[in-house]
């Protein structure tokens, strides 16, 4: 009877206890400041609704605009493609539901923060004709310069939270752009599994002044043939080389030169494809500093710049597709 008694006693004061716990729990200032400042300035339902993003800043303004769902850039007056990873990035970001506590329900404190419309930078999501879902002023920094104030348009209250947004807003609008050769290879419709036939026109000499043939490579299956010796080769090399082509960017896109141009026959690259698509890239010749031009069929994008790097890996020895140690 006394062990009952006592256990009866304990199971008492450990059921007290946890009330208490959870009570303390559930009205701790803290913790319920803490919900009470998880926030989003853009609902997540609304994402796929979206059909463009305007972001001004000083005088700099990148205009986004999905078209058929792929995302591009204007800029120039020319519609550019945009890096879809990146657009849908920032839109995550815009929807995160995060701590953004309430700082000012005060339009005196507007300027003070770099929040009246003419100091801070503005970001505009659109879907379609009518207002738009999201207006968003962004200020200055706090003294720690891991957050910054936000503000809606058209509101007093000014909210503040961590800077995940000066990555996207202070970018120039080359940082939207998709500057792959082959913009579908960014999200995986395009890969060296789409491709048959790979055939490389190289410079017609080397550095040493020796002609260069062509070289072809044609699919047999899950292994490729070639019209060159290769004494063992390595068919994951080979698949590597084809896959960096694909995935090979440009720094920047040119105006100044058109795809006719005569320059674009020093060299050029042929991709035939499963779907019967043939995509053909024709390069310049290199400058001083190892860069040059390309012009892709079927692009309406005009012509990349392409780093010294990046054209050296397009035309590699035939070495290079031999297994590691081969003779």
């Known amino acids: 009877m006394v062990y009952k008694k006592k256990l009866t006693v304990l199971s008492g004061i450990i059921a007290a206890l946890a009330l208490i716990y959870m009570v303390t ?26 059909s463009g993003i305007t972001i001004a800043n ?8 999905r078209n058929g769902g792929k995302w591009f850039v204007s800029h120039d007056g020319k519609d550019y493609p945009a ?6 990035d920032f839109i995550a970001a815009l929807a995160k539901r995060a701590p953004y506590p309430l700082r000012s329900s005060s339009a005196s404190s507007h300027e003070r923060l770099s929040l009246t419309e003419e100091q ?53 609008p080359a940082a939207w752009y998709n500057l792959r050769l082959f913009p579908e290879s960014e999200n995986g419709k395009l890969d060296v599994v789409h491709v048959q036939r790979l055939t490389v026109y190289p410079p017609p000499f080397t550095d040493n002044g ?30 590597n080389y084809i896959r960096d082509i694909l995935n090979t960017s440009g720094d920047d896109f040119v105006s100044s030169v058109a795809p006719s141009d005569s320059l ?14 043939i995509n053909t890239v024709r390069l310049g010749p290199p400058d001083e500093d190892g860069k040059c031009f390309a012009a892709v069929s079927g692009s309406d994008w005009g012509v990349y710049s392409i780093s010294a790097w990046a054209s050296r890996r397009l035309f590699p020895d035939t070495e290079s597709f031999e297994v590691d140690g081969a003779d």
């Open 120 to 172: 801070s930078t503005r970001i505009t999501v659109a879907a379609g004709a009518g207002l738009p879902l999201l207006s968003l002023l962004m200020g200055q920094s706090d003294l720690t310069g891991q957050n910054v104030y936000l503000r809606k348009q058209g509101e007093n209250e000014v909210r503040s939270g961590e800077d995940i947004f000066s990555v996207y807003t202070q970018s120039a």
């Open 83 to 88: 890096k879809d990873l990146r657009v849908e």
């Open 264 to 277: 674009f026959n020093n060299s050029r690259i042929v991709l035939e494809l499963g779907n019967g698509s």
């Open 210 to 239: 020796e002609e260069v043939p062509l070289r072809i490579f044609t699919r047999k299956g899950r292994e490729w043939t070639f019209n060159f010796e290769l004494a063992r080769p390595d068919m994951a090399k080979v698949d």
């Open 58 to 65: 000083g005088e700099e303004t990148v205009s986004l605009a």
């Open 25 to 50: 729990v559930i009205f701790d200032p803290e913790r319920r400041g803490a919900r009470s400042a998880a926030y989003s300035w853009l609902e997540p339902a609304g994402a796929a609704r979206i």
